[in-house]
């Protein structure tokens, strides 16, 4: 299984990124896709999660901001960050859940700039 997560960059805030996450070695479509970050010395946290059949959750500080999708036929998964903060700076995770099976990606690092 791999997730290959991309998009990750430098942007000042206020500005918006768009990850990517594509996915290779598991039925994407029946897979729950998440989003998790860690920032220095802090625990890693749930970002955005996406059901198969699409049903979302979001981390309360990033609702009303981020957007997660998927799209089953490019196994990719994605994150669109819009009015990032500087406390949006953390290193991002994709995740795959499907009852016991639960793997990860490599992250890519955000850094939003003040």
């Known amino acids: 299984v791999q997730l290959q997560a991309s998009g990750g960059g430098l942007v000042q805030a206020g500005g918006s990124l768009r990850l990517s996450c594509a996915a290779s070695g598991i039925i994407f479509s029946i897979y729950a896709m998440g989003w998790y970050r860690q920032a220095p010395g802090k625990q890693r946290e749930l970002v955005a999660r996406?059901?198969?059949?699409?049903?979302?959750n979001y981390g309360d500080s990033v609702k009303g901001r981020f957007t997660i999708s998927r799209d089953n036929a490019k196994n990719t998964v994605y994150l669109q960050m819009n009015s990032l903060k500087s406390e949006d700076t953390a290193v991002y995770y994709c995740n795959a859940q499907l009852r016991v099976d639960n793997y990860w990606g490599q992250g890519t690092l955000v850094t939003v700039s003040s």
């Open positions: 996406i059901t198969g059949g699409g049903r979302t």
